[in-house]
C-alpha cells in the first residue's frame, strides 16, 4: 500500500542512479499482515516465548478483539530499558489496522516455577523499591522482595527472604515499621 507520495504530477524527477541526493517518490508498505513490535520487562522476559498466547485490542476499535501467538522474540534484552523485543504477526485481510496504530496487548503467561505469590495489598513500594512486612514473634520486620508478574489479586514474589510459612502484613501495612511491636485486633459490627 503507498502511504506517502513525495511527487505531483509535472515534477521534474531526478535519476537515484546517477544522483546520490534524489528524493524518492513513495513510500510502499506491506500492512498484511501487520507485525506488532513490543518491548517486555525483565521479569516477565523469561516466561514468554515462541508461540506464546497473546489478545490484541485497539482502542480505536473497541469493538474487535484478535488472538494471536509470539512469532519471534530478541532473546536479548535491552542494555538502557532492561527490555526484551518481543513480535507479534497479526493477520490483516480487510486493512482495517493502520500502521502506527496503538494496540494493547495482553501476553498469557505463566508464572516461575516455584515462585511464592502474596495479595497486592501486601507490597509496599517507597522509590521503586518493593517490601513485605513480615511479623516474628511479634515483632515486624521489612524485607525487600523483587515483584514478578501480578494480576487483580497476587503479586509474585521473585526474590526475598520470604518462606511459606511466614506471617505477613497484608491490612495496616500503613502503620507498620520495621522493629515495631505488633497486635492483631479485630473489629466486630453489632
Partial sequence: VIVNRFVDKGAVIQSGLNNSNAMPLFEI???????????????????????TKVEITFPEMPDLKFSAT????????????????????????DLKIRSGMYAKVEIQRSGHKDALSVPNEAVGNIKGQSFIYVVENGVVRKVEVKTGIRDEKFTELLSGEIKLTDKIVVQGKEFCSDGAYYRIEHAFRS
Fill in 70 to 93: 509470539v512469532s519471534r522474540i530478541a532473546y536479548g534484552l535491552n542494555e538502557t530499558t532492561k527490555t526484551m523485543k518481543v513480535e507479534i504477526d497479526l493477520p490483516n485481510t
Fill in 29 to 51: 508498505q506491506d500492512v498484511q499482515p501487520i507485525r506488532l513490535a513490543i518491548d517486555v520487562p525483565e521479569t516477565d522476559a523469561a516466561l514468554i516465548s515462541k508461540g
